[in-house]
């Protein structure tokens, strides 16, 4: 396979269902598969399969200028197409069929660090067909778990209380908000964009990047990163649903399509965005179950930079997936909520990691993941509040309470992961594989 590699980026949730006579679980999985550009929505997306295999991404040493690279590239009958001129990445088009060739003549050049394919993702969707239920509904279903004791409110008690949902209450973050709600702490939401209208998220979103075509606006045209946002920092206001860190900014880094497709070129340059926009946190709920050297070299020099990245493990119940098992990740596995059985998500009444949760030496902390509300755009759910399920949602939870270490001054990745190692405690009955350090409790967070 060599340059054609055909890596699987994932991207994956179940939409919950609560149905007049018990839970029902419509599962919805976003994968981003085999390199197929069809009715993409930009140019690059337009152009066909073949095209696409060659376009190659090329990051020079340090020390070879912008036109040096250029030089370079043109030496090599190669077009420049694109660049991340931060990170001295150029992508580049080879002739028809000359991509490969080109790439190995390229990996043994001095001037080169890392050399490979552009690799474009469509996804596919696989959605059921069933009526989407009142969300009242859900809460009512989550409020009625038995086994579940929220943590006291020790502010504003009230309206709070049906706001946060029971992941933010099991991380405990109402317990931090008397002294530390992540108070202008920079969280990029790597991922389809945020949808800014919705009530929850207008005053939160601080602004945002489109890393696909940076002409583009950075809206979301999907829904994923706009729930990953609300989880992060919805607005602490009585209505709706509230964040970790609900005093946090976010910032949209749009690198994934309506479609939630991709190019690593584009995830490349979202990751370098964020280290060069002053970003302290990153959220990055999209993975792959290969290695992606590339991205890694771009993560490299976004923690360099000072952001942490807290990284969705992966929905195959195997191993961790990329670039969440690279070291510059947090990798969040997905739990599951206390008294809550189903026999595909969460099969036993024990609290335990969610069935479809990717595991691992790689998993830092488990977060809740199953049955998550959060903010999504009208189109998505009209009440602007819809619970999915997914190591994607659980990996936010993690961005809050990083936000919130932040705030109570841990600088730095090194120092915000130690933060947390700090604040997290083992849960019964799972292993390190499935939770690393365990379950953050953001009051040992408060300042
Ligand atoms: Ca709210």
Not at 162 to 187: L, S
Not at 233 to 262: I, N, R
């Amino acid at each position: 396979m060599g340059l054609l590699a055909r890596h699987m980026l994932w991207f994956f949730h179940w939409d919950a269902h609560f149905a007049a006579g018990g839970l029902k679980m419509r599962r919805t999985l976003l994968c981003l598969g085999i390199i197929l550009a069809v009715a993409a929505p930009n140019a690059r997306a337009a152009i066909s399969a073949l095209e696409a295999a060659d376009e190659l991404i090329v990051a020079f040493k340090p020390g070879i200028s912008d036109s040096q690279q250029k030089q370079f590239a043109q030496a090599q009958g190669l077009e420049v197409v694109d660049s991340i001129p931060g990170l001295r990445v150029l992508l580049v088009k080879a002739p028809k069929g000359r991509a490969g060739f080109a790439q190995f003549h390229m990996m043994s050049d001095p001037k080169i660090a890392k050399v490979g394919a552009n690799v474009w993702r469509d996804d596919w969707l696989n959605v059921g067909g069933e009526a989407v239920d009142p969300m009242s509904a859900a809460q009512q279903s989550l409020k009625q778990i038995p086994a579940f004791k929220p943590a006291p409110l020790k502010a504003k008690a009230g309206p709070e209380a049906d706001e946060a949902q029971w992941g933010v209450k099991r991380v405990n973050a109402p317990a931090a908000w008397p002294t530390n709600q992540g108070n202008g702490v920079k969280v990029a939401i790597i991922d389809t964009g945020i949808d800014p209208t919705v009530p929850d998220l207008k005053n939160r979103v601080a602004g945002g990047y489109n890393a696909i075509d940076e002409k583009q606006p950075w809206v979301d045209d999907h829904f994923h990163g706009t729930h990953c946002a609300g989880i992060v920092a919805a607005e602490l206001d009585g209505k709706g649903v509230v964040g970790v860190a609900p005093k946090a900014m976010l910032y949209a880094v749009k690198v994934l399509t309506k479609e939630g497709s991709g190019d690593m070129f584009g995830i490349m340059r979202g990751i370098q965005w964020a280290g060069e926009n002053g970003m302290q946190v990153a959220n990055m709920s999209l993975g792959a179950p290969q290695a992606m050297d590339l991205i890694q070299y771009a993560l490299q020099s976004a923690v360099g930079q000072g952001v942490t990245f807290a990284c969705a493990a992966g929905n195959d119940a195997k191993a961790v997936n990329w670039p969440a098992a690279y070291p510059e990740c947090i990798a969040v596995s997905a739990l599951c909520p206390p008294g809550v059985t189903n026999a595909k998500l969460c099969p036993s009444t024990a609290e335990g990691i969610a069935t479809f949760s990717s595991r691992g030496s790689q998993v830092a902390f488990i977060a809740p993941g199953v049955l998550i509300p959060s903010t999504v755009p009208t189109s998505n759910d009209p009440t602007n509040v819809h619970a999915y399920s997914g190591t994607s949602m659980a990996t936010p939870h993690v961005s809050g309470l990083a936000a919130l270490a932040v705030a109570r001054g841990a600088q730095g990745p090194d120092a915000v992961r130690a933060a947390l190692t700090a604040a997290a405690s083992p849960l019964p009955g799972l292993s390190a594989s499935e939770q690393g350090a365990g379950l953050i409790d953001a009051a040992k967070l408060a300042r």
